[in-house]
């Protein structure tokens, strides 16, 4: 009605002509009149206006002045025209007007002040179209409220989805590491079958020599292809008989070994069911550690050596094998212990193990090399995960520079001292992870250097390196507390070997990993190797490339290897504690689980494994390093 | 370099020395050596050369070169002073560092005037009682000791150059 009038194209803020509308003229005009005072008038301020009475103010003004008498009505214009209603209970002091009075107050509206009554006018735009905008407006935000919240589940959704997949992705590397830790131990049982194999082949080609003792075949037999040795009947050589005959001897036996070789060639090549066959501790370890005779005297040894020498040179070291010009067989652990094997007692080990070698070219081994070429191997230095500080003790400077270019080649922090006494002092106010002990020496001499240090140091091996091999001096070493004997003058295998045994500890990965790849090169390593040691009377090995870390296997003497087989251990501690890290770093989660950082957020992730790391081994922290990198976005 | 410069100073030197001492003279031949020089050994050591250039190697070879004068010179003196055991423990000193580089007559030598100095015989196993017998046994062995040692150092000097 009024509205309606009033309203005409709702256009509040249009029509300047008629400035304030009759409804505000009304309203003015209604309060000015005082015989309504008791039922609605000014507030006292003036600024709004009260209805006292509404039923009053119902029943008789609103029909006067609005021609209605509505008052829900009267309260809807009254909005309209933008007025507010206050409440009086809100007003401390109560309602000073009453219980049931309506308080309206407008800006313009004031007592006094016609003029302002201009200024008030209907709110923008129609008045029914605002309430539907308001209905609107809220059915809009409760739309956009609802694509709000099905973006959120949807990302939630995707997010759901890429944790599973994150996690079966987990799962499938966690197995692929399990699968290879088992490829890998079985490789390793591979290995140790075949090593059994090859003892029985040694024990059988032993027996063969001890069938041919008087033949005497020299050491080293010089040629690669036995065949070309002339089928002369051997002179029977005595030691002393050097120079003479080692193609002799060596022919003479190859006729009789012909027979065994090509049975052992078999063997060889049957590997597969032999592997399964035959379970036979390997009686070679025991030869391979002994190598020659060590039950009469390292005497002999030295007349053996000079004998294989001087047999050797006219095959001008035509191996390629480098003939250890002394007592040179290679590093053995030679513990009062280990029996010795009696058959080489001759110290006549003229097997040559090599023409097998070429012979079983089927088995992919390599052949010795040619003659006259001199085969330059590389020097690969084990995989430390820390280098190890090994203290060499020596006086002599030709050999200690030597030794020490060695042990740096090998990628070992290398110190030095010139005598046992300067030795002793450095053991004790440093750490070591090995030492080499030259045994005489000026001031103080290795073995009493030796029974110092293991006074206040029981742990650090000491190695003695000497010439004198005899069997007297080597208990004497082991009594005065060193370890192990590396003779002189030393081998690059032999340093080589003494490293992975001692310090095995502080390779990467406990040198597991590369196996798989050079297993064939690993079994031509063992049988050439274990071979040269028969042929030469324990002679240094050839010089092939560093071992594999299985082949350290092989010398090292306690056959617990299995127990300290790292396959199990180590990387699946890693695999624990660096998957607990990635984790978080992953999600974002701030569910971050249990780890020895003991991280509670994200945000702290790195930090947290930055203080974990210490608590954690080497390995799992470079692990965690790169996690830690991956969180730090 | 400073060290080579001495270095060959003392090559010369020590190659007038040797000239006026030994009395043969095999011509230089490689494949000769191979007895005397344990070329398997040997290569070790020049395995560790880190290239070509060979210091590494040189420098060891010199170095034994100057130790190996030094003791032949200690050693005579040693005979003069008829002191066995001075002389075995020179013997067993130079022995290792020819070991080490394959020198292998060198080495025998070394090894045989040890054992001699402490009493033995030349196989270390006999025993000598008599010291005169010792000395003139080290005389003799030093001899030849040194002109195994002229074919060797005349190797490595053709070698290094």
């Known amino acids: ?633 | 370099m400073p060290s080579k410069d001495t270095d060959t100073t003392a090559r010369k030197e020590t190659a007038a020395v040797e000239k006026s001492e030994s009395s043969e003279r095999a011509p230089f031949d490689r494949n000769e050596k191979s007895d005397r020089i344990d070329f398997g050994t040997f290569e070790q050591i020049l395995e560790m050369d880190d290239d070509d250039d060979r210091e590494f190697s040189r420098a060891i070879v010199w170095g034994f070169m100057d130790q190996a004068q030094e003791t032949f010179t200690a050693m005579r003196e040693s005979i003069e002073k008829e002191d066995l055991e001075r002389l075995s423990s020179l013997g067993h000193f130079l022995k290792g560092s020819s070991a080490t580089l394959g020198l292998t007559t060198v080495k025998e030598y070394c090894e045989k005037i040890q054992h001699l100095g402490s009493g033995r015989d030349e196989t270390g196993h006999a025993d000598i009682d008599n010291p005169k017998v010792s000395l003139a046994g080290i005389k003799s062995a030093l001899d030849e000791m040194k002109k195994e040692y002229a074919h060797v150092h005349r190797y490595f000097t053709g070698y290094y150059n």
């Open chain 1, 1 to 633: 009605m009024e509205g309606n009038s009033s309203g005409g194209g709702g256009t509040g803020g249009g029509s300047a002509a008629s400035s304030s509308s009759d409804f505000v003229r009304k309203l003015y005009k209604m309060l000015e009149d005082p015989t309504h005072r008791h039922t609605v008038r000014w507030s006292d301020a003036g600024d709004s206006f009260i209805v006292v009475d509404t039923n009053e103010f119902t029943r008789n003004i609103l029909p006067n002045h609005f021609k209605h008498s509505n008052f829900a009505s009267f309260v809807r214009q009254l909005n309209k025209y933008d007025f507010h209603k206050i409440r009086n209970n809100e007003e401390g002091g109560g309602s000073s007007y009453g219980h049931q009075t309506w308080e309206f107050k407008h800006p313009d509206f004031q007592m006094n002040n016609v003029d302002n009554l201009d200024n008030i006018r209907r709110k923008a735009p129609a008045p029914r179209k605002q309430p539907q905008q308001n209905e609107d407006g809220g059915v809009q935000q409760i739309e956009e409220l609802n694509s709000q919240v099905q973006e959120l589940s949807k990302v939630n959704q995707e997010m759901t989805n890429q944790v599973q997949r994150l996690a079966s992705d987990n799962h499938a590397v966690i197995q692929e590491l399990n699968t290879m830790q088992h490829v890998l131990q079985q490789h390793d049982e591979r290995v140790r079958i075949q090593e059994k194999v090859i003892n029985n082949i040694m024990v059988y080609l032993q027996k063969l020599d001890d069938e041919m003792k008087e033949m005497r075949p020299i050491g080293g037999v010089a040629s690669q292809h036995r065949h070309d040795n002339d089928g002369r009947p051997s002179a029977p050589v005595s030691p002393e008989d050097s120079v003479t005959g080692p193609a002799a001897g060596a022919s003479a036996s190859r006729e009789h070994l012909s027979t065994p070789l090509q049975r052992a060639q078999m063997l060889l090549n049957n590997h597969p069911e032999i592997l399964d066959a035959n379970p036979s501790i390997g009686r070679f370890r025991g030869l391979s550690q002994s190598g020659p005779s060590e039950t009469a005297d390292y005497n002999d040894f030295g007349a053996v050596n000079r004998l294989a020498q001087n047999g050797q040179r006219p095959a001008a070291l035509s191996n390629g094998i480098p003939t250890v010009p002394e007592d040179g067989s290679a590093t053995f652990a030679i513990s009062p212990g280990t029996t010795m094997v009696e058959p080489f007692s001759n110290g006549s080990l003229g097997y040559p193990m090599q023409p097998p070698h070429h012979e079983n070219g089927g088995l992919g081994i390599r052949g010795r090399p040619a003659p006259s070429r001199k085969r330059s191997t590389p020097f690969v230095p084990p995989n430390w995960q820390t280098p190890p500080r090994v203290l060499l003790v020596e006086d002599d400077p030709t050999c200690a520079r030597i030794g020490s270019k060695f042990l740096q080649t090998a990628e070992c922090s290398v110190d030095m001292a010139s005598n046992g006494l300067i030795a002793a002092n450095k053991l004790n106010s440093g750490k070591y992870d090995l030492v080499l002990m030259d045994i005489v020496m000026p001031q103080l001499d290795g073995v009493s250097a030796a029974s110092l240090v293991r006074q206040f140091d029981t742990t650090t091996p000491i190695i003695a390196m000497t010439s004198n091999i005899r069997r007297d001096d080597i208990n004497m070493y082991f009594n005065h507390g060193m370890n192990d004997v590396l003779p002189k003058p030393f081998t690059k295998e032999g340093l080589l070997n003494m490293l992975e045994k001692y310090l095995s500890h502080l390779k990467a990965n406990e040198g597991q990993i590369p196996t798989q790849l050079n297993f064939n090169e690993h079994d031509n390593r063992i049988i050439e190797d274990q071979g040269n040691i028969m042929v030469k009377g324990g002679l240094k090995y050839s010089q092939s490339p560093s071992k594999s870390p299985q082949g350290t296997v092989l010398y090292r003497r306690p056959p617990a290897d299995a127990g300290e087989d790292p396959i199990g251990e180590t990387p699946s501690a890693v695999e624990d504690t660096a998957y607990a890290n990635i984790i978080p770093g992953y999600l974002g989660d701030s569910t971050a689980p249990r780890a020895p950082g003991a991280f509670s957020s994200p945000g702290t992730l790195s930090h947290g494994v930055r203080r974990g790391a210490s608590e954690i081994d080497d390995s799992q922290q470079q692990l965690m390093g790169l996690d830690s990198k991956k969180t730090r976005y």
